[in-house]
């Protein structure tokens, strides 16, 4: 499997929108330091009230994470290169499995990339003196990361799942980015109309951040053990129709 994965890395740093991504994110905090700088300043802010800022757009990495999960496996279909993967003496539950965790850790270099440079430009600009790992504002920020990562890992995983069904890396990656829009938009009239069936969707679920801080969950039946299975259950079900239709049925072009 770590072979696999290597092998994967390597091909993966040769893809010109992987490459395209990591240099993406050092702008975006630069522009939004030109943005915000000012309105900082008023403040009295320091550093962490720029990275809980840049925080909020952090949103910009699934959409990153959705254009790699929906190209990673399809395009073996397209280029035809997937039966030269599935003759070699390797399970295909174990060749889907390092193309999702390729995407997933993609996914997480994205996240530290952005929480360090975020850091040390708001450090540059703002000071590093305002700066605790105990305090109210970091453990806020840290929670965002938490929260967009695990929205980021779950609609990568969806795209993925539409990946391996279609085989379509354009029709994949339109599909994963209706979801996430469409998804929040959902959840969010379902919060409005007090819908109860609002409580089992992927995105309700995913904001944590409901549980924490003395904040209350829109609807009084979640609970973040709730939250937790619930996701589970999306998960294992995005992941197991991947591996269903990617291992049980026959191998096409």
Known sequence: MISMLINEHYRMARNRFVQLSFLIMPVVMCILALFFSDIVRANNGNML?????????????????????????????????????????????ALLLSKWLTVILYLFYLFILAFAVSAVIGGLLFGFEGFSVSGYLFKGIMLKYVIAFTESMLIVTFTY???????????????????????????????????????????ENTKLDQYFFGNRPVYDEMSFLFSIVILGLHFCFFYGVAWWFFVKRDISV
């Not at 379509?168 to 929040?184: H, R, Y």
């Open 49 to 93: 009230n720029y990275m809980s800022i840049t925080a909020n757009i952090l949103i910009i990495i699934a959409f990153m994470g959705i254009g790699a999960a929906g190209t990673i496996l399809s395009n073996e279909f397209q280029y035809g290169t997937i039966k030269l993967i599935v003759i070699r003496p390797i399970s295909r539950s």
């Open 161 to 203: 799942m539409v990946s391996a069904v279609f085989k379509n890396g354009a029709f994949s990656i339109g599909v994963g980015m209706a979801a996430l829009l469409g998804g929040k938009l959902v959840t969010e009239v379902f919060r409005l109309l007090e819908w109860k069936a609002g409580m089992i969707l992927l995105f």
